[in-house]
């Protein structure tokens, strides 16, 4: 299982940014995804997730500012990520889930697989 995100960066507040993930050496379509974040001195906590059809559920701080998509042709995950707030700034990483189904709850047990992460820098 290979997962690598790009697309993190330096933005201002109120900017965007959209990160990918690209997934390999697995059935990419048969498994639910999800992005997670780690701020420094802070733990990692779930961002937004998606069911390997599509079905996607977000942390209360991102709704309506984050979007979880994916492309099973592709084999790639997606977060685009608008209206960014400075505390949105963290090292964002690219998850995959236990099986198609997706928890109900974002939480780092329900996911086996991680990438490297990719840093999101918001500035005031």
């Known amino acids: 299982v290979q997962l690598v995100e790009s697309g993190g960066g330096s933005v201002q507040s109120g900017g965007s940014l959209r990160l990918s993930c690209a997934a390999s050496?697995?059935?990419?379509?048969?498994?639910?995804m999800a992005w997670f974040r780690q701020a420094p001195g802070k733990e990692r906590e779930g961002v937004a997730g998606?069911?390997?059809?599509?079905?996607?559920i977000y942390a209360d701080s991102v709704k309506g500012r984050f979007t979880i998509s994916r492309d099973n042709a592709k084999n790639t995950l997606y977060l685009e990520m608008n209206s960014l707030k400075p505390e949105d700034t963290a090292i964002y990483y690219c998850?995959?889930?236990?099986?198609?189904?997706?928890?109900?709850?974002?939480?780092?047990?329900?996911?086996?697989?991680w990438g490297q992460g990719t840093q999101v820098t918001v500035s005031s």
């Open positions: 998850a995959r889930g236990n099986s198609w189904f997706l928890p109900r709850f974002l939480t780092a047990e329900n996911y086996n697989s």
């Open positions: 050496g697995f059935t990419f379509n048969s498994y639910a």
């Open positions: 998606i069911s390997s059809g599509g079905s996607a």
